[in-house]
């Protein structure tokens, strides 16, 4: 079995030519971590060198490879300043000899770029958490699945990634090669996600570009195969995550989930805003936790209001996709890694999940 201490020493090996000193000891190897023979880890540079380290990341991961016991890496890297000396000047003053730098470079592709293979991108966004957005994912990726289209699921809530609980995934991601990893799957699902990479909660204490780094480099390293649709669980609200995604890649549109009470809904119209200003199509929104059937007298309750995200999204003149009740057996089957639509595909709670699926397979069918 890899040891931790053997991938530290083989990474040990591996020197900076620009710093002189080793990865480890410059302290560029973050979150590593060795779990049944797979080694991940991210290497953190500074942005003004980062278009320049890919060989180094390489470096790194073949070290790591080369560790007994070690069945596959996956070696992230991402662009950090260190506080206070990212506008440090050099310590060495170079000499402008004036001339201008006539070396080619790649041109970097403008504008939102298709994810090779994968037809339809579709963001599943809202404006504040906890409002059920990772359980809309998955439930309506395994609907999908179910009606014969090929699905993946990024799990892009890099703060709090949900999806492996949800589908029931354990296990770590192969890495058959440099910078190609396979994603896992369950449910007929296609699944990727950083908690796969990282132990649980350890992604909360990443600083933003760690974070956009592994974003970026989930979306450009996993080889999903042909998809017909890959549904990105975005996290909560209105920052890097969303603009990076719509700014660098292509997406269909985005589903924006919201319980119907007017503080979510206010963060949900901000969501629909920012969608908006990217050119980013907004699907519908979803009203989750619309109703609760009490098991005692049967009457549906509405402890979050009732209506406002269809009324919100009257006015907002999106469409609106449908309701889904508050129901315990919605909160278990997520939690013991089976969506409702797996578990209990016949319940009266995973009705509203199929008819949100089936509005989706339409409206993309109408976009070709
Ligand atoms: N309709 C529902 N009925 C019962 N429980 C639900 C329902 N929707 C979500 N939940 C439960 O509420 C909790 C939060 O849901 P979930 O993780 O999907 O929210 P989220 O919006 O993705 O949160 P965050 O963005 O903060 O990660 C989970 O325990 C989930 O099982």
Same mark, same amino acid.
């Given at each position: 079995?890899?040891?931790?201490?053997?991938?530290?020493?083989?990474?040990?090996?591996?020197?900076?030519?620009a710093?002189?000193?080793?990865?480890?000891?410059?302290?560029?190897?973050?979150?590593?971590?060795?779990?049944?023979?797979?080694?991940?880890?991210?290497?953190?540079?500074?942005?003004a060198?980062?278009?320049?380290?890919?060989?180094?990341?390489?470096?790194?991961?073949? %070290?790591? @490879? !080369?560790?007994? *016991?070690?069945? &596959?890496? /996956?070696?992230?890297?991402?662009?950090? $300043?260190?506080?206070?000396? +990212?506008?440090q000047a050099p310590k060495m003053a170079v000499p402008d000899l004036g001339l201008k730098d006539f070396t080619?470079?790649?041109?970097?592709?403008?504008?939102?770029?298709?994810?090779?293979?994968?037809?339809?991108?579709? %963001?599943? @966004? !809202?404006?504040? *958490?906890?409002? &059920?957005? /990772?359980?809309?994912?998955?439930?309506? $990726?395994?609907?999908?699945? +179910?009606?014969?289209?090929?699905?993946?699921?990024?799990?892009?809530?890099?703060?709090?990634?949900?999806?492996?609980?949800?589908?029931?995934?354990?296990?770590?991601?192969?890495?058959?090669?440099?910078?190609?990893?396979?994603?896992?799957?369950?449910?007929?699902?296609?699944?990727?996600?950083?908690?796969?990479?990282?132990?649980?909660?350890?992604?909360?204490?990443?600083?933003?570009?760690?974070?956009?780094?592994?974003?970026?480099?989930?979306?450009?390293?996993?080889?999903?195969?042909?998809?017909?649709?890959?549904?990105?669980?975005?996290?909560?609200?209105?920052?890097?995550?969303?603009?990076?995604?719509?700014?660098?890649?292509?997406?269909?549109?985005?589903?924006?989930?919201?319980?119907?009470?007017?503080?979510?809904?206010?963060?949900?119209?901000?969501?629909?805003?920012?969608?908006?200003?990217?050119?980013?199509?907004?699907?519908?929104?979803?009203?989750?936790?619309?109703?609760?059937?009490?098991?005692?007298?049967?009457?549906?309750?509405?402890?979050?209001?009732?209506?406002?995200?269809?009324?919100?999204?009257?006015?907002?003149?999106?469409?609106?996709?449908?309701?889904?009740?508050?129901?315990?057996?919605?909160?278990?089957?997520?939690?013991?890694?089976?969506?409702?639509?797996?578990?209990?595909?016949?319940?009266?709670?995973?009705?509203?999940?199929?008819?949100?699926?089936?509005?989706?397979?339409?409206?993309?069918?109408?976009?070709?």
């Amino acid at each position: 079995m890899a040891d931790i201490e053997a991938v530290r020493a083989a990474l040990s090996r591996i020197v900076d030519p620009a710093r002189g000193e080793d990865i480890l000891s410059a302290g560029m190897v973050k979150g590593l971590a060795v779990r049944d023979g797979a080694v991940s880890f991210v290497l953190e540079v500074d942005p003004a060198r980062a278009s320049g380290m890919e060989p180094l990341r390489k470096a790194a991961e073949a %070290a790591a @490879a !080369s560790v007994e *016991g070690v069945t &596959g890496v /996956s070696a992230i890297l991402t662009a950090h $300043a260190p506080q206070g000396t +990212a506008r440090q000047a050099p310590k060495m003053a170079v000499p402008d000899l004036g001339l201008k730098d006539f070396t080619p470079k790649p041109k970097a592709p403008e504008g939102p770029q298709p994810l090779p293979g994968v037809r339809h991108v579709v %963001a599943i @966004a !809202s404006g504040k *958490g906890g409002v &059920g957005k /990772s359980t809309v994912s998955s439930n309506l $990726a395994v609907a999908l699945a +179910a009606r014969g289209l090929r699905v993946g699921l990024l799990d892009a809530d890099v703060y709090g990634p949900s999806q492996p609980r949800m589908l029931g995934i354990t296990g770590r991601p192969s890495a058959p090669s440099p910078g190609v990893i396979l994603p896992l799957r369950n449910h007929g699902v296609a699944v990727m996600s950083l908690g796969f990479m990282v132990e649980e909660g350890e992604a909360l204490v990443w600083r933003g570009p760690m974070l956009m780094g592994a974003l970026q480099q989930m979306l450009a390293q996993v080889q999903w195969g042909t998809l017909d649709v890959l549904l990105i669980d975005l996290p909560p609200g209105t920052g890097d995550v969303q603009m990076t995604l719509c700014q660098k890649t292509e997406v269909a549109g985005a589903v924006i989930v919201s319980t119907p009470q007017d503080i979510a809904l206010i963060d949900a119209r901000k969501g629909i805003d920012m969608f908006n200003r990217m050119g980013t199509p907004i699907l519908g929104l979803v009203e989750n936790m619309a109703s609760f059937v009490c098991d005692g007298c049967g009457k549906a309750h509405h402890p979050f209001g009732h209506g406002g995200a269809r009324k919100e999204a009257e006015k907002l003149r999106v469409p609106f996709l449908g309701e889904i009740p508050l129901h315990l057996g919605i909160r278990v089957a997520g939690d013991a890694g089976a969506p409702i639509v797996a578990q209990k595909p016949e319940s009266e709670e995973a009705k509203a999940f199929w008819s949100i699926a089936d509005g989706l397979v339409a409206t993309l069918a109408a976009r070709g």
